[in-house]
């Protein structure tokens, strides 16, 4: 097993592609030759290397690649792979949409593949085009291995069938032919029926539900020698040879035809009880099949609503980090405030001291005095507030106290420094504002794309649940349809068994009308379960294609996600730095500790509000959960009304099938009573 997934690893690196975790499992996971991609989506240079793979791999003598979603190109490059293995047995491509290009790539895998007995194609759409079909037809024609074809659910018309049955005439291989559910009409089944004439191997042959006749579809029973129709009807004409025979045979005449009555009765009863049984297997696939659509439809919308989950979260960190962003601004536009306060008042103290040099000179020194005692103080309580400012804080003390002995040569450089305070004043501004204009337009492009795409994913979720309640009501008018028709079936049953005992002579044309009508309404019966079917699977893609579409947006989310958190990144590391240079400027400054008591209020303020925020947020996650959680809880209810109902349906056809069989003994015994009581009973010799 290791070996093969070797091999497709490295095929896929030689394509330059990524090999599929889900097929490197089914790899790992082959049992006897079998190897059982179901439900895959598989790539086209994953089928690439599939079809490398399969080349020349000779463990594998079964596929199943049913519901794969095969695409065109996928399903050519797998199939051409697929014509030189030797050892392949099984192949099973149900459910994979093939159109015309398939059908074109099956018949060359026909032509050239010497090793295939079963193909299965249920569910594809090969008969659409007629030039695809009559390629795929011939081929058929000369192959000479394949024994098992299944061609149910491909909308092959009459022409279609025309095809097929040229090749049938030809094929010497072909055993079991599946083509149930498809639209060959009168002119196909004729076609079929004529061409079972000429071939010999073809034993078993289905064509219910293609709207064909009843008398072809007898016909096709004595065609391949299941049928016992014609055995009667030879039989009724040597009985019409012996009227004309003398009054002596009239007695053994008579035996004959009850003896052939009696046997015409039990064939009847057997070709109905088989048609029964049939009509019920057929309904236990459609149950079973609608079953695993409900099954895999919830699967998909769990999935979905992970991914929404998913996508709410980062949601949610988008705006912890849009916050953030946002406070980072609002403290930068602070301290350039802070900046312009600090000019004005320096200017302001130039002016003073150049006026009162001598004499505030003592003054100055009491001020500093008092203003480096303020100055630890304020320092002390800032520290307690806000840990991140204790090396700013560290500086500031280490300046105030060497400010007195300074004071002398900062009279001489304050004109200078006041110059290079404004031009960096006026620097910083500018940045200032290029930052704020760059960062509040990529805010509001990831705001209006945040915003689109979550309405976009909540539409689509409540399409997607708008459906499935239209096809939950869909499935429970066509019960009740199916109720009504089994009561009115009873109904005529009891009727029937009523006048059974006072029309003994016309029980053989009764009983024949009333099984064709039957079989009409179960056809038809059988005809709205597989629209649904088709419904349901149809669905089924659609569900498959939007976790598809979801699947990339989420990858696109991710790298705008990674995208903004490289530029906040940026902005916090271009903040810090300016505020680095601001701190150094504002530390020449001697009032800055009050304006940063000023600061670290409106920041105890905004966290507050923050906390507030999240709160909030942290309640509204909570009651969207709560809703999710009712409205699974729903559906659960729903499913399981689903499965008491057709219980109900299915007990419903038990008792139906334990009516028909009383009414065929009633049948039969009174058949045998109206022989044994009639007069040419009295004529018998005794024994």
Same mark, same amino acid.
């Given at each position: ?162 095809? $097929? ?69 030879? $039989? ?29 009765? *039990? ?5 109905? =009880?088989?048609?029964?049984?049939? $009509? ?11 079953? *695993? ?10 999935? $979905? ?43 302001? &103290? ?22 480096? =005692? ?21 500086? /500031? ?32 501004? &500018?940045?200032?504002?290029? &930052? ?6 990529? /805010? ?21 649940? *708008? ?12 019960? /009740? ?31 024949? /009308? ?61 903040? =810090? ?10 530390? *020449? ?99």
């Amino acid at each position: 097993m290791e070996d093969v997934r070797r091999s497709y690893s490295r095929l896929c690196k030689e394509s330059g592609a990524e090999p599929q975790e889900t097929v490197l499992q089914r790899l790992h996971q082959l049992l006897r030759g079998r190897l059982d991609l179901a439900t895959q989506s598989l790539t086209p240079d994953t089928c690439r290397a599939l079809g490398k793979l399969l080349q020349r791999e000779a463990l594998v003598t079964e596929l199943v690649l049913s519901d794969c979603m095969l695409s065109d190109e996928g399903a050519t490059l797998l199939l051409q792979g697929l014509c030189a293995n030797t050892v392949l047995q099984f192949l099973d491509l149900k459910g994979n949409n093939l159109q015309a290009t398939g059908a074109e790539a099956l018949g060359r895998l026909l032509r050239q593949n010497k090793s295939i007995q079963s193909l299965t194609l249920e569910w594809n759409n090969l008969g659409t085009w007629e030039d695809a079909f009559a390629t795929f037809c011939g081929a058929l024609a000369v192959n000479g291995t394949l024994r098992q074809l299944d061609l149910r659910n491909n909308q092959i018309s009459h022409k279609g069938a025309e095809e $097929l049955a040229l090749a049938l005439k030809s094929n010497t291989s072909l055993q079991q032919l599946d083509l149930r559910w498809n639209n060959i009409g009168l002119l196909g089944g004729r076609a079929l029926v004529n061409c079972l004439l000429s071939n010999r191997t073809l034993w078993k042959l289905e064509l219910a539900g293609n709207s064909v006749p009843s008398d072809i579809l007898r016909a096709v029973g004595p065609a391949v020698g299941h049928s016992l129709w014609w055995v009667t009807q030879l $039989l009724l004409t040597e009985q019409a040879m012996d009227h004309n025979q003398d009054r002596e045979a009239t007695f053994r005449e008579n035996q004959a035809r009850a003896r052939v009555l009696s046997k015409e009765v *039990r064939h009847l009863q057997e070709e109905k =009880s088989k048609q029964f049984l049939d $009509l019920m297997e057929t309904i236990d696939k459609q149950q079973a099949e609608m079953a *695993r659509s409900t099954r895999t439809s919830a699967a998909r919308i769990g999935q $979905l609503q992970e991914a929404l989950n998913e996508r709410q979260s980062i949601i949610n960190a988008l705006k912890a980090k849009l916050q953030m962003a946002e406070a980072a601004l609002a403290l930068s536009e602070q301290k350039a405030q802070d900046l312009g306060e600090l000019l004005a008042t320096t200017e302001q &103290e130039h002016r003073s001291l150049a006026q009162r040099q001598g004499k505030e000179h003592r003054l100055e020194q009491q001020e500093a005095a008092e203003r480096e =005692s303020k100055l630890l103080r304020d320092l002390s309580a800032a520290n307690e507030k806000n840990l991140l400012l204790g090396n700013q804080v560290d500086e /500031l003390e280490r300046k105030a106290k060497s400010q007195q002995d300074q004071m002398f040569l900062l009279r001489q450089e304050l004109t200078n420094t006041s110059a290079e305070l404004r031009m960096r004043a006026i620097q910083a501004e &500018e940045r200032l504002e290029l &930052e704020k204009k760059r960062s509040r337009q990529s /805010l509001e492009d990831s705001e209006r794309l945040r915003f689109k795409e979550v309405e976009h994913m909540t539409r689509h979720l409540e399409e997607t649940e *708008r459906a499935m309640q239209e096809r939950v009501q869909r499935l429970e008018a066509a019960r /009740l349809a199916l109720e009504e028709e089994l009561s009115r079936v009873k109904a005529l049953a009891l009727s029937e068994r009523g006048q059974a005992e006072e029309e003994l002579v016309k029980a053989k044309n009764q009983v024949r /009308l009333e099984e064709q009508q039957r079989l009409g309404h179960l056809e038809e019966k059988l005809r709205l379960l597989a629209q649904a079917r088709d419904q349901a699977q149809s669905s089924c893609l659609q569900q498959r294609e939007t976790v598809a579409e979801a699947q990339a947006r989420a990858s696109q989310l991710g790298l705008q996600v990674e995208g903004l958190r490289r530029r906040l990144e940026e902005l916090q590391q271009e903040l =810090s730095n300016k505020d680095q240079e601001k701190v150094a400027e504002v530390t *020449r400054v001697r009032v800055e500790l009050q304006e940063q008591n000023g600061r670290l209020q409106a920041e105890l303020t905004a966290q507050e509000a923050l906390k507030e925020k999240v709160a909030a947020l942290e309640r509204q996650l909570k009651v969207m959960a709560s809703d999710h959680r009712e409205a699974l809880l729903d559906r659960e209810s729903e499913n399981a009304s689903l499965r008491e109902k057709l219980r109900l349906k299915e007990a419903d056809m038990a008792r139906l099938r334990d009516e028909e069989a009383q009414r065929a003994s009633f049948l039969q015994n009174a058949v045998l009573a109206y022989v044994q009581g009639s007069p040419l009973r009295a004529l018998s010799p005794p024994k």
